[in-house]
């Protein structure tokens, strides 16, 4: 019974001692997760609402030719979107402008350092 208990603390001193199997079993254990790894309860999701049917849906598998057939028959929700990530490209462009100026030493005018 001795040499089975020396035998597995030896077995675990082994693994210890291997980096990648203890990545590995952190992984399997859940260890190595943090907050990081989900979405920030600030973060807003800005979705576009699309009527469609049980027989009108995008593909599951990747198909360009359907993808565009769908999206072409709704160009009004494909500028709704494209509008949307254009207003938030500004703000990013305005915020970058900004910091830019900032970090230059440049006089910054309000309006852009309200935003940030």
């Known amino acids: 019974m001795k040499g089975m208990s020396q035998q ?10 291997d980096k990648q199997l203890g990545v590995l079993m952190a992984g399997l254990r859940g260890s190595n997760m943090d907050e ?14 699309v009527a469609h049917d049980d027989n009108d ?10 993808i565009a057939a769908f999206w072409g028959r709704r160009p009004v929700a494909v500028i709704r979107r494209a509008l949307q990530l254009l207003g938030k490209l500004h703000i990013c ?19 852009l ?4």
């Open 8 to 17: 597995m603390n030896d077995m675990r001193k082994s693994m210890q001692e």
């Open 36 to 49: 990081s790894d989900f979405v920030d309860d600030s973060v807003v999701m800005q979705l576009v609402e």
């Open 57 to 66: 849906q995008l593909p599951l598998a990747y198909d360009p030719i359907s």
């Open 93 to 111: 462009v305005s915020c970058c402008h900004t910091l830019t100026c900032i970090a230059a030493g440049h006089r910054v005018r309000p309006k």
């Open 113 to 116: 350092q309200n935003i940030l």
